[in-house]
């Protein structure tokens, strides 16, 4: 690369590098690496003159060379099951999940990386060597089988990891997830507080932590308030809107059916209370629904739903937040020198919130 002798202000290269600066300004490489890295032993002044400098010649870093000098990409890894029936996930939900995840990443300078594994990659180092070969800080999982060989030699290579509704836990392993068992008992103790004593709940599938979260808190509910939930009043669903259909008419078939029905997840309800409408019986008149997630759906049926509101956003910036903790960030996107020594956080409990529509009614 050739730079002209004299310079005016049109007469800069489009592109500089690291030499250049520290030619232009009478000092080391060595020094102008240590300015734009922020190191204590450069004085403020020539601290100064590198980024003012860096800034009116656009000088961009060589990231490659950055990574191995810093020890650190700045990077983040995602590894998420991209099937559209994988646990409910609608793209609503995915969308605002990023949006957190992309905040937080955003505020403290770093960048993500969606991990997409060639088709013929398999086997159990697929991920741990993903990560190494792109120098991944971290890496934020969701959807995935959390018991499958890759996942478990990724979270026992010493690689900072947090999981989204997946219970992990390792060293360098945490999760964040809602607090699925707190919003189920306030969603119970809500129509119990109406004069519901016969309450069912239709269930997600149980091998995903939320449903299982939300099955406990069904279960701890009943038990405080003095009811017995029987076995016919627990029906397993799949989150999805069918289930929810197939689920309450096998409800409303009982000797004996319920007066209301909590069900752990919106779609399922929607689907549910159109079966009650397909046999005649009113909501909330004949049997009282209430939700879990508030999705967009939620408000626009009739009578509108009420549900328990899981916050998407707040999911995906805890994601960051906790692993930044995890990779030793601070709150300034600054870290200790010595990478990936700080241990996992303990799991991150997302609060819900109940909200009050018309599918419940005034009481009864």
């Known amino acids: 690369m050739v730079f002209p002798r004299e310079r005016g202000p049109d007469t800069f290269p489009n592109v500089v590098d690291i030499r250049e600066l520290a030619r232009l300004i009478g000092v080391s490489q060595a020094t102008v690496s240590r300015a734009l890295n922020d190191r204590a032993e450069v004085s403020t002044e020539t601290r100064r003159r590198v980024l003012e400098l860096a800034e009116e010649l656009g000088y961009s870093p060589n990231q490659p060379a950055r990574t191995l000098v810093r020890r650190r990409s700045d990077m983040i890894g995602l590894i998420w099951d991209t099937g559209y029936a994988n646990e409910g996930r609608r793209p609503a939900f995915l969308l605002d999940l990023f949006v957190g995840i992309k905040q937080a990443l955003?505020?403290?300078?770093?960048?993500?990386?969606?991990?997409?594994?060639?088709?013929?990659?398999?086997?159990?180092?697929?991920?741990?060597?993903?990560?190494?070969?792109?120098?991944?800080?971290?890496?934020?999982?969701?959807?995935?089988?959390?018991?499958?060989?890759?996942?478990?030699?990724?979270?026992?290579?010493?690689?900072?990891?947090?999981?989204?509704?997946?219970?992990?836990?390792?060293?360098?392993?945490?999760?964040?997830?809602?607090?699925?068992?707190?919003?189920?008992a306030g969603a119970v103790r809500h129509l119990h507080s109406l004069g519901h004593r016969a309450i069912a709940t239709i269930t997600g599938p149980l091998a995903v932590m939320p449903a299982a979260e939300r099955l406990a808190g069904y279960r701890y509910q009943m038990a405080r308030v003095g009811l017995d939930p029987r076995p016919e009043y627990v029906e397993h669903g799949d989150f999805y809107l069918s289930s929810g259909y197939e689920c309450a008419q096998r409800l409303i078939s009982l000797p004996e059916p319920p007066t209301a029905i909590f069900v752990a997840g919106d779609e399922m309800a929607i689907g549910a209370m159109q079966a009650l409408d397909d046999a005649g019986l009113s909501v909330p008149g004949d049997m009282a629904v209430v939700g879990f997630d508030d999705i967009e759906a939620a408000s626009l049926v009739r009578p509108a739903l009420t549900t328990v509101a899981q916050d998407r956003v707040r999911i995906g910036v805890g994601a960051v937040e906790t692993l930044l903790n995890a990779i030793g960030a601070d709150d300034d996107g600054g870290r200790d020198s010595k990478r990936n020594t700080y241990p996992a956080a303990a799991p991150l409990l997302i609060p819900t919130q109940l909200i009050v529509r018309g599918s419940c009614g005034t009481g009864r």
């Open 106 to 184: 955003t505020a403290v300078g770093f960048h993500l990386m969606v991990l997409s594994i060639a088709g013929g990659a398999s086997g159990v180092d697929v991920y741990r060597r993903a990560a190494r070969q792109h120098s991944l800080d971290g890496v934020i999982m969701m959807g995935v089988d959390e018991g499958h060989p890759a996942i478990t030699a990724l979270v026992d290579s010493g690689i900072a990891c947090v999981a989204i509704d997946l219970s992990l836990q390792r060293k360098r392993t945490t999760y964040v997830t809602s607090d699925n068992r707190s919003g189920a």
